[in-house]
T-cell receptor, first 116, second 113 residues
Framework: GAVVSQHPSRVICKSGTSVKIECRSL??????MFWYRQFPKQSLMLMAT?????????EQGVEKDKFLINHASLTLSTLTVTSAHPEDSSFYIC????????????FGSGTQLSVL | GENVEQHPSTLSVQEGDSAVIKCTYS??????FPWYKQELGKRPQLIID?????GEKKDQRIAVTLNKTAKHFSLHITETQPEDSAVYFC????????????FGRGTSLIVHP
């Protein structure tokens, strides 16, 4: 299957700082990337859909000024959590569409964010 | 929009038994149905998928069945092993990169040795 790389895998930061998470598709071009947030023992909660070269589409209730998404190339999308607070602590996962019919969804390894 | 219901939320079986997880979807336009396995703290891994023009697909101990008329699909794991213990998610989507996949709530499968 296709490979999606996500960094960093774990971040511990102080309240008020910003954290950038990178998501790269290593062996395919991802015109669309999805960003999810996952709480313990819960399903994947879609935050936003990111299309290369255009503004991200955010799900209802997700603050676009808080969670900045950039998809500047076909292989890289970034999520920046600005002015992080303890309630932003969570597991963040990116995914990218690939495959022959562009239907398969491949996930990054996730980033565990802990805000102190 | 699409709505995916997944049952059960927890499934406990003895090693060697079979496990079945069921999902229903609401949007008849959905034509691609993947299943993911997620171990604690790790990424969801695609384990099997099925397209709407196929009724059943098998890969060793794992199989997926799809009933388009009833809008439900199921994951079947035979001869379960302790390493099958994980959370399993079903999803439904329309083929195409920009279409948003909808995930079920997940099933925590526990296989007792």
């Amino acid at each position: 299957g296709a490979v999606v790389s996500q960094h960093p895998s774990r971040v511990i930061c102080k309240s008020g700082t910003s954290v950038k998470i990178e998501c790269r598709s290593l062996d395919f071009q991802a015109t669309t990337m999805f960003w999810y947030r996952q709480f313990p023992k819960q399903s994947l909660m879609l935050m936003a859909t990111s299309n290369e070269g255009s503004k991200a589409t955010y799900e209802q209730g997700v603050e676009k000024d808080k969670f900045l998404i950039n998809h500047a190339s076909l292989t890289l999308s970034t999520l920046t959590v600005t002015s992080a607070h303890p309630e932003d602590s969570s597991f963040y996962i990116c995914s990218a569409s690939g495959g022959q019919a562009n239907e398969k969804l491949f996930f990054g390894s996730g980033t565990q964010l802990s805000v102190l | 929009g699409e709505n995916v219901e997944q049952h059960p939320s927890t499934l406990s079986v003895q090693e060697g038994d079979s496990a079945v997880i069921k999902c229903t979807y609401s949007d008849s336009a959905s034509n691609y149905f993947p299943w993911y396995k997620q171990e604690l703290g790790k990424r969801p891994q695609l384990i099997i998928d099925i397209r709407s023009n196929v009724g059943e697909k098998k890969d060793q101990r794992i199989a997926v069945t799809l009933n388009k008329t009833a809008k439900h699909f199921s994951l079947h794991i035979t001869e379960t092993q302790p390493e099958d213990s994980a959370v399993y998610f079903c999803a439904a989507r329309i083929s195409g990169g920009s279409y948003i996949p909808t995930f079920g709530r997940g099933t925590s499968l526990i296989v007792h040795p």
